[in-house]
């Protein structure tokens, strides 16, 4: 059973148009998301996280959004640029009892030029 | 150099050979990890290294045998393998707290892609 899942195996997108990529995790424990970035050939690449005491982080075009209560995260990508055609993984992991990231199977975002 | 390094980038064995995969890295983390993606599936977590002692092995088959020398260089020896083994193959490292997980992201290889004949 998957503890956390993307249930969008892919996402197309028009250039300068807002990317929203979601994840729905199960486990309650869960306690800091990270989201990661990967292009063929390539290891994923981190990108940004947010702890479970936040609602919101933003890094320049990126934000992650965590809803706690409905145990969902979300990565809005604004303004969506080809080159962020790749796999977007989300992991999580229940950091304060130690234990070690769990990912999700991906999301290949497509930003059309 | 920088980062976590992978070699080799591409490996073609058959199913009777003896190979290794080599992850070094130079983060000063005390943390390293193997990773397996196969095709549409999630990373599957293999074996974890904290602070050079072997903290995870999640029914990972004994035909994969990995090996830590020191917190920098993370070996995978693979012997005897399965067609269905062929993937990629992921190293990656990171700071451990003192609960024994990551404290942070993890940081990644560019990967070793394994084809198993």
């Known amino acids: 059973d998957q503890q956390v899942k993307q249930n969008s195996p892919s996402l197309s997108v028009q250039e300068g148009r807002i990317s929203i990529l979601n994840c729905d995790y199960t486990n309650s424990m869960f306690d800091y998301f990270l989201w990661y970035k990967k292009y063929p050939a390539e290891g994923p690449t981190f990108l940004i996280s947010?702890?479970?005491?936040?609602d919101k982080n933003e890094d320049g075009r990126f934000t992650v959004f965590l809803n706690k209560s409905a145990k969902h995260l979300s990565l809005h990508i604004v303004p969506s640029q080809p080159g962020d055609s790749a796999v977007y993984f989300c992991a999580a992991s229940a950091r304060n009892y130690g234990q070690n990231f769990v990912f999700g199977p991906g999301t290949r975002l497509s930003v059309l030029p | 150099e920088t980062g976590v390094t992978q070699t080799p980038r591409h490996l073609v064995m058959g199913m009777t050979n003896k190979k290794s995969l080599k992850c070094e890295q130079h983060?000063?983390?005390?943390?390293m990890y193997w990773y397996k993606q196969s095709a549409k599936k999630p990373l599957e977590l293999m074996f974890v290294y904290s602070l050079e002692e072997r903290v995870e092995n999640n029914s990972v088959p004994s035909r994969f045998s990995p090996e830590c020398p020191n917190s920098s260089h993370l070996f995978l020896h693979l012997h005897t393998l399965q067609p269905e083994d062929s993937a990629l193959y992921l190293c990656?490292?990171?700071?451990?707290?003192?609960?024994?997980?990551?404290?942070?992201?993890?940081?990644f290889g560019e990967g070793s892609r394994l084809t198993v004949l």
């Open positions: 947010i702890s479970s005491i936040k």
């Open positions: 990656a490292s990171s700071q451990a707290g003192l609960a024994g997980g990551p404290v942070g992201e993890l940081f």
């Open positions: 983060l000063g983390h005390n943390a």
